[in-house]
């Protein structure tokens, strides 16, 4: 079992930055992948940024060049760093761990981009 903690969501002006958290506690194996996904409303959830423990990173095209993943394995903990925000940012964001694919999610927090 692994539990997911996030924080650092927030309401932000268009252009502005926001850094999201996701702390993990439980079974390092099922980490081996953390990420994020987010759900705006009326819309399917969708993968923003992925990295496994080994460093290796994948993006969503919408974000590419604003948003960064990084992570520190020794307090297995993921980091978001979201820069040059626009409305369209605007959701729930979801952390998520697997050893592939997502199978523990955190609990969700809100990101708004709005004048």
């Known amino acids: 079992q692994v539990q997911l903690v996030e924080s650092g969501g927030g309401l932000v002006q268009p252009g502005g930055s926001l850094r999201l958290s996701c702390a993990a506690s439980?079974?390092?194996?099922?980490?081996?992948?953390m990420g994020w996904y987010r759900q705006a409303p009326g819309k399917q959830r969708e993968l923003v940024a992925a990295?496994?423990?080994?460093?290796?990173?994948n993006y969503a095209d919408s974000v590419k060049d604003r948003f960064t993943i990084s992570r520190d394995n020794a307090k297995n903990t993921v980091y978001l760093q979201m820069n040059s925000l626009k409305p369209e940012d605007t959701a729930v964001y979801y952390c998520?761990?697997?050893?592939?694919?997502?199978?523990?999610w955190g609990q969700g927090t809100q990101v708004t981009v709005s004048s």
């Open positions: 998520y761990a697997g050893t592939v694919l997502p199978q523990y």
């Open positions: 990295i496994t423990r080994g460093g290796s990173i």
């Open positions: 439980g079974s390092i194996f099922s980490t081996a992948v």
